[in-house]
Structure formats: C-alpha cells, structure tokens
C-alpha cells in the first residue's frame, strides 16, 4: 500500500511539473504574440506619423508662401503659419491629456487582450496535454 501510496505522490509530483511547464510555455508564447502585435503596430503608426509631418511640413510651406503673397512678404507668411502651429501647441498643451489618454488606453487594451485562433489553439493543446496524462 505504502509503495502504491507513493506512485500516486510520485504521479502527482510529476503532473504538477507538467503543468507548471505548459503554463510557461502558454504564457511565453502569449507574450511573443502580444511583443510582435506592439512592434507591428508601433511601426505602422510610427510610418503614418512620418508621411503625416512630412505633407503636413509640404502644406505648411505653401500656405506660408501663399500668404507672405498676399501680404506682400514672404516672412509674413511664415510668421502667421509659425503663431498658428503656436496657439495649436498650447491648446495640446492644456487640453491634450484629456484628449489622447482615452483612445491609446483604449487602443493598447484591445490590442493586448485580443483573442486570435492562436489562443484557442494554445488552450485546446494545453487542455488535451492534462488529459492525456
């Protein structure tokens, strides 16, 4: 009995330390998943940011010639675009936490607890390794 006794301890032991490594292993994996989700949409974010400033950069040149134009100098002109992005800067400046702080916490928590084929695929794997034990 007391050897029959130990198996069970022994099994118990060894099923815990499966577990325990399956658990890791999801977890390491989940990690991966959600790592390259950041990094791809970091990236496409950080390319539509670029080709945003440089037309932003183009458009502003132009109005602040097409100004200086009108106004008769060109240093007009940029003058008035330069006080625009100035009082733009100060609206962000009070009201900008407001105003950001709700969609990228939104953005963030929907990237991070989105559930895709491979979580299903890791849970069923995990669940046929307890059973097949």
Known sequence: MENHLGDHF???SQDTKDVIKNSIEFYRLDLFKKSALSIVSGGRFVLKVGILILVLFFVSL??????GDKLGSVSYGFFIVGGFYGIILIIVSIFGKKL??????????????????????????????????
């Open 100 to 133: 950001l702080e709700k969609p990228v916490f939104s953005f963030l928590n929907s990237l991070l607890s989105s559930g895709t084929d491979l979580d299903e695929e890791l849970k069923k794997e995990f669940e046929e390794t307890e059973t097949s034990d």
């Open 10 to 12: 022994d099994n118990l």
């Open 62 to 67: 132009g109005f602040a010639f097409l100004i």
